[in-house]
Nanobody, 127 residues
Framework: QVQLVESGGGLVQAGGSLRLSCAAS????????MGWFRQAPGKEREFVSA????????YYADSVKGRYTISRGNPKNTADLQMNNLKPEDTAVYYC????????????????????WGQGTQVTVSS
């Protein structure tokens, strides 16, 4: 069982930066793939980024590639999302998610493949 708590959301002007953090409970954090998703009003939850168990592989949606960076600190049980050059279309509730995977090479990209979710944190980018 994993419990996830996000922090770091807020209001920022276009072009600004925010850093989201996801704190995970449990002693087996290194066994879980970590992902970030977002959901804007009236839209489906969409993939943003994911990182493998070891942190050696990272994946990004095309819309955030080059602007967002995902990282994880396995000793601290954290998974962070650094967001730079934010745009109004990045406005959404951002969710941290986790799923157990035996292999380090398997990193899911769809919400239905993740078993554990945080409560979400609001990110609002003004123009």
């Amino acid at each position: 069982q994993v419990q996830l708590v996000e922090s770091g959301g807020g209001l920022v002007q276009a072009g600004g930066s925010l850093r989201l953090s996801c704190a995970a409970s449990g002693r087996t954090f290194v066994s879980y793939v970590m992902g970030w998703f977002r959901q804007a009003p009236g839209k489906e939850r969409e993939f943003v980024s994911a990182i493998s168990k070891s942190g050696g592989s990272t994946y990004y949606a095309d819309s955030v590639k080059g602007r967002y960076t995902i990282s994880r600190g396995n000793p601290k049980n954290t998974a962070d999302l650094q967001m730079n050059n934010l745009k109004p279309e990045d406005t959404a509730v951002y969710y941290c998610a986790a799923v157990f995977r035996a292999q380090d090479t398997v990193v899911p990209h769809t919400p239905s493949e993740y078993d554990y979710w945080g409560q979400g944190t609001q990110v609002t980018v003004s123009s």
